[in-house]
T-cell receptor
Framework: AQSVTQLGSHVSVSEGALVLLRCNYS??????LFWYVQYPNQGLQLLLK??????LVKGINGFEAEFKKSETSFHLTKPSAHMSDAAEYFC?????????FGKGTRLSVIA | EAGVAQSPRYKIIEKRQSVAFWCNPI?????LYWYQQILGQGPKLLIQ????????DSQLPKDRFSAERLKGVDSTLKIQPAKLEDSAVYLC??????????????FGPGTRLTVL
């Protein structure tokens, strides 16, 4: 079975500060990992995904994530937060099962 | 390119009533998914179609939920009868790859269901 744990249901950062959203996964097979963003009253939009190859993955809107097999982690980062980054972020894993999502982390950006 | 369309966007019903949601995926996408997203949680897969066949419905409460994808294009999800715990956002997603897997899923805006 596969699972995802997102540490922190709510993260608050100042505009211009580093964004770090944590994700740890459990998988019995090589995982495929995803980060999605959800703005209020909208569906989910893919930020980035890791399948194979380079462990540092760059996505849209300046986000990136690093796959660390030894730590079973796939944390999402952005060097400088913008007000428009305020949203709900979901980490997800797949492999030999359909996509399994974490519970999400709500990011607030303070001016 | 048009995105995934869903209707209605909002629905309020009383318990024991029935309700249906509609989804039109992105043109040419072979795989269609229905997810249930309860407040404060991540989406949970209810059913996955590949063209008009069911790939995975292991988490679909089949005593009250049903779904179909006639002609391999649009899809409907029905709940009959609804319970209070069915209050959630129902998301439809589609992907191009017939095998699903790592292919990007594109999500619709969802239908917010409130059961009173």
């Amino acid at each position: 079975a596969q699972s995802v744990t997102q540490l922190g249901s709510h993260v608050s950062v100042s505009e211009g500060a580093l964004v770090l959203l944590r994700c740890n996964y459990s998988s019995s097979v090589p995982p495929y990992l995803f980060w999605y963003v959800q703005y209020p009253n909208q569906g989910l939009q893919l930020l980035l995904k890791y399948t194979t190859g380079a462990t540092l993955v760059k996505g849209i809107n300046g986000f990136e994530a690093e796959f660390k097999k030894s730590e079973t982690s796939f944390h999402l980062t952005k060097p400088s937060a913008h007000m428009s980054d305020a949203a709900e972020y979901f980490c997800a894993v797949s492999g030999n099962t359909p996509l399994v999502f974490g519970k999400g982390t709500r990011l607030s950006v303070i001016a | 390119e048009a995105g995934v369309a869903q209707s209605p966007r909002y629905k309020i019903i009383e318990k024991r009533q029935s309700v249906a949601f509609w989804c039109n995926p992105i043109s040419g996408h072979a795989t269609l998914y229905w997810y249930q997203q309860i407040l404060g949680q991540g989406p949970k897969l209810l059913i996955q179609f590949q063209n008009n066949g069911v790939v995975d419905d292991s988490q679909l409460p089949k005593d009250r939920f049903s779904a179909e994808r006639l002609k391999g294009v649009d899809s409907t999800l029905k709940i009959q009868p609804a319970k209070l715990e069915d209050s959630a956002v129902y998301l439809c997603a589609s992907s191009f790859d017939p095998a699903g897997g790592t292919d990007t899923q594109y999500f619709g805006p969802g239908t917010r269901l409130t059961v009173l």
